[in-house]
């Protein structure tokens, strides 16, 4: 072997040994911070979240350790570096083999003995590797020696892996801490499987099965939900209860004197959400003929399972109705979301003028625990007109109704007054008068206009032919021509309540008489020559027609007989005799929230002197409200968490928002309602 | 025009005033003398202080709140809009009590399918309400639902409908629900009753004073 090539293979080994030991000081550092992290553990019981902190800083302190070492050797891959350690360890050479690589010329060197140069480098590379290698041997028996659980924490964080910690259990601890929950959702939502490390306030799908397992043995350990008592099973050095979740629960845990709770709070599979888009409307058919086209969008909080279109087609008037119905289109669904169409064959019915189709979209989902849920759409009725109904669906086009006509005219009007009125002072007073009265001449032809839009739907004569106040037609108040609007359809004097709080007489020509009587006004004012004072009596005019054309077209079905009973008459003549004292008065509904309030309040001072009792019966409240009251289940929630992370600010603000909750925005009330119902 | 909007207007009802609701899907109005006749009832045999006339009010309106008791009926199919099934489960909630009542005297009719499914899908399912639930001794003694002329003659056999059904909210019953049509057997003058040897409305009695007492 020539000199060269001897020392190349030197440098090799030299390299070998350097790397080696660069990367095994790594992986010890590596191996030292998690074994000390798992002791650490074992006394202090670390967070996920640190956990995973440290592993990375292991792994990161493995890279930084071998990266230095290495960076600190890196000269050996000179060669003139490797002749030169060989010098310093043969000193015979004499430099010859420094001057043979900076030459280039190996016959400098002498070829004998350069197989010494090798031994002497295994040597150095042993042994630099072998004081890491100890190292590292004994942090892997450190490691060993741990209880396995106690480094899979440190090796691989994950929640629920609170009951793997190791260290020691000092006699008659609690078993009910450490405690995971392992939360099993049904099947059919597809979901996973988690674990929650140290569990107080679950939120799981109904149909869940939650398993709380604890350290130690089962004996002794009970959980007590509403009013069963279940007892702890053991595995192994665990012990576990299982439950299933139907409905909101406290889970009492009872080992011995401890106890523990655990709030499970179970969330709805929410009925499948239906929007039927086709049709878009209730809609009156001329004649039945032809197809309908049907189309719903339906979605799901967890899954499709179905969907179809219904109808109901109802025949008759009156008390003789016949019915049929149906479904159509149904199919399977899948995923999420979806959209489903069909079609509506008018002639496979058949129908009659005056039947009426009832049209809806449902949708089941595959809730096989609780279900399934079936969401419905909103109904679309499709109606087949009476042969005397045609006029009313036929759209023809037609002149602008007479209301529409007086809100043109008056605008006009107030323009020609608001001109005048400008001009004013430019113009002698007989020019106003008389420009003025011009105007009021057309305002009162517009008042008679729409003196006999409301009169004369009435059947009175209309307000106009009398020109003086004391026309019949020219009511004094705006409740006497409302009366009058009112008396002269509905005969009798305390009709029937519509509703909205009017008749539709009322509803429909209010509007009007409000402007009848401010054009009224407003004429009187132009005659004057006061076409400034007349123009707030016909802006009052205009947005009064405005509103009549504005209001809403009401549908009669026609108003029954009224029959007002003569209350003294009849008071108490009847033959037959009740226990009227055998019951009391209703008392106000709301005691519920009486009651949540006074538990809260019991709860706040609680806090004062024992926050572990205090946080148990916000867990309580939390779940008795739940089903009640949701909001202010949730502030509690929320108050209860932070009173576990010691936030005392966030615990406050969540209290008066549960507060709130329950005594709801400020109202100022002059009584209260005799029969205890709150508005 | 004061007495007709008194009761509107007012936030609060200070006497009673017999309920008729107002649906968007059916005809509501199809027993339009059976307010009278209730309110008429009611002063024969008791001391409430009662409206003369009642009143119509939407379900889809927030005002339905203000009524102790509902009364709905109809013959066609009952479906909610979203407004009106919104308000209903507020009434119940809030201790009112909803009178449903099959104008069809039928047996699992269209009305009865809707409406129960309706309820259901508002309230809770119904159930058979006991014979023996304080309903039935509110004021009058019952053994039971009062039975109807109307109720299944058209079958032309003698089965009846032994139970009403019911939801009951905080141990209250919060929906009432009858298939025995009293919508047409109380639907007539209350001048008629002379002609009558046991008045049939005298149900109605136990209906109002079981929604405003407990």
Redesign the interface.
């Known amino acids: 072997m020539s000199v060269f090539a001897r020392l190349r293979m030197v440098r090799v080994i030299l390299g070998v040994g350097i790397t080696v030991r660069a990367v095994a000081w790594g992986i010890v550092a590596a191996l030292s911070l998690v074994a000390g992290a798992a002791i650490a553990d074992a006394f202090v019981d670390l967070s996920v979240g640190s956990r995973r902190s440290l592993l990375l800083i292991a792994v990161a302190s493995a890279v930084i350790t071998a990266a230095a070492l290495a960076w600190r050797d890196r000269r050996v891959s000179s060669l003139l570096r490797v002749a030169l350690w060989i010098e310093e360890r043969e000193p015979a050479l004499q430099f010859a083999l420094a001057s043979a690589v900076e030459t280039g010329d190996e016959r400098l060197v002498r070829a004998g003995g350069s197989d010494r140069w090798t031994r002497s480098a295994i040597r150095r590379a042993l042994r630099a590797v072998a004081i890491p290698l100890a190292a590292g041997i004994a942090a892997v028996v450190v490691l060993f020696a741990l209880p396995a659980g106690a480094v899979a924490r440190i090796r691989s964080p994950r929640a629920g892996d609170a009951l793997a910690r190791g260290g020691p259990r000092p006699p008659g601890a609690s078993r009910l801490s450490p405690l995971i929950a392992r939360l099993q959702p049904p099947a059919y939502t597809d979901s996973a499987a988690t674990t929650i490390d140290d569990p107080a306030d679950l939120r799981v799908v109904v149909g869940s099965t939650v398993v709380l397992e604890g350290r130690g043995d089962a004996a002794g350990i009970v959980a007590i939900t509403g009013g069963d008592a279940l007892a702890a099973s053991s595995h192994g050095d665990r012990w576990s209860v299982t439950v299933r979740v139907s409905k909101p629960l406290t889970v009492r845990l009872r080992d011995g004197p401890d106890q523990r709770l655990v709030a499970i709070e179970p969330i709805a599979d929410n009925p499948p959400t239906v929007t039927l888009t086709a049709p878009a409307h209730d809609s009156v058919l001329r004649a039945a003929r032809g197809r309908l086209i049907l189309s719903a969008d339906v979605s799901d909080d967890f899954g499709l399972a179905s969907a179809a279109f219904e109808y109901?087609v109802?025949s008759g008037e009156g008390?003789t109705?016949t019915?049929k119905?149906g479904t159509l289109g149904a199919r399977p669904l899948h995923g999420a979301r979806a959209t489903f169409v069909a079609s509506l064959p008018f002639d496979s019915l058949p129908l009659k003028p005056g039947d009426?189709v009832?049209l809806?979209a449902v949708a089941r989902d595959a809730n096989n625990v609780t279900g399934p849920g079936i969401g419905?759409s909103?109904?679309r009725?499709i109606r087949i007109a009476r042969a005397d109904e045609y006029d009313s669906v036929a759209v023809d086009a037609v002149p602008p109704s007479e209301a529409d006509k007086s809100l043109i005219s008056e605008r006009m009007l107030i323009q020609l007054a608001a001109a005048l009125e400008k001009r004013r002072p430019s113009l002698a007073r007989d020019t106003l008068v008389r420009e003025s009265h011009s105007i009021a001449v057309d305002q009162k032809r517009l008042r008679r206009t729409v003196g006999e839009i409301v009169f004369s739907r009435l059947g009175e004569p209309t307000g106009e032919e009398h020109t003086d106040d004391e026309s019949p037609a020219r009511a004094k108040s705006m409740?006497e021509l409302?009366?009058r609007a009112?008396s002269a359809t509905n005969r009798s004097t305390?009709?029937?309540?519509?509703?909205g709080?009017?008749?539709p007489v009322?509803a429909t020509n209010k509007p009007l008489l409000e402007a009848y009587n401010a054009m009224w006004d407003a004429s009187t004012e132009l005659e004057l020559g006061q076409p400034g004072r007349a123009l707030p009596h016909m802006r009052l005019a205009l947005a009064a027609i405005q509103r009549a054309r504005q209001a809403e077209r009401l549908y009669l079905?026609?108003q029954?007989?009224?029959?007002?009973?003569?209350?003294a008459k009849?008071?108490?003549?009847?033959?037959?005799?009740?226990?009227?004292s055998?019951?009391?008065?209703?008392?106000a509904?709301?005691s519920?929230r009486v009651m949540l309030t006074t538990r809260l309040l019991r709860i706040a001072e609680l806090s004062a002197r024992d926050t572990r009792a205090a946080l148990d019966s916000l867990l309580v409240l939390r779940i008795a409200a739940l089903s009640v009251e949701p909001a202010f289940a949730t502030a509690v929630g929320d108050a209860a968490t932070a009173m576990r992370s010691g936030n005392g600010v966030r615990a406050t603000t969540a209290f008066v928002r549960a507060r709130r909750a329950l005594a709801g925005a400020p109202a100022a009330?002059?009584?209260?309602?005799?029969?205890?119902?709150?508005? | 025009m004061k007495r007709l909007m008194a009761p509107i207007m007012s936030e609060f009802v200070s006497e009673f005033v017999f309920a008729t609701a107002q649906y968007e899907s059916g005809d509501w109005d199809s027993a339009p003398l059976l307010p009278a006749n209730i309110i008429d009832t009611i002063a024969r045999y008791t001391e409430i202080n009662v409206a003369p006339t009642g009143v119509i009010v939407p379900l889809s309106d927030e005002r339905m709140l203000r009524y102790p008791l509902l009364y709905l009926t109809g013959h066609l199919p009952v479906r909610f809009s979203d407004a009106e099934r919104r308000n209903v489960r507020r009434f119940v909630a809030r201790g009112g009590l909803l009178f449903v009542d099959d104008h069809n005297h039928d047996v699992d009719g269209t009305f009865h399918r809707t409406a129960t499914e309706e309820i259901a899908r508002t309230v809770a399912p119904l159930a058979d309400l006991p014979n023996d639930h304080p309903l039935y001794s509110a004021f009058f003694k019952f053994e039971g639902p009062p039975t109807t002329s109307h109720e299944l003659n058209g079958w032309g056999d003698n089965l009846v409908h032994k139970h009403l059904l019911a939801v009951e909210h905080a141990g209250r019953i919060g929906v009432l629900y009858s298939s025995k049509d009293y919508s047409s057997e109380w639907n007539y003058h209350p001048d008629s009753k002379r002609f009558m040897s046991v008045d049939n409305t005298r149900f109605a009695v136990n209906l109002v004073v079981y929604a405003l007492t407990a």
């Open positions: 109901i109802s008390e109705f019915f119905s009426i009832h809806r419905a909103e109904t009725t409740e409302i009366a009112d305390d009709p029937i309540d519509f509703a709080g009017e008749s009322v079905r026609g029954p007989p009224p029959v007002v009973i003569d209350l009849v008071r108490l003549t009847g033959k037959d005799k009740g226990g009227s055998a019951r009391r008065p209703l008392t509904v709301d519920t009330r002059d009584s209260l309602s005799r029969w205890g119902l709150m508005p």
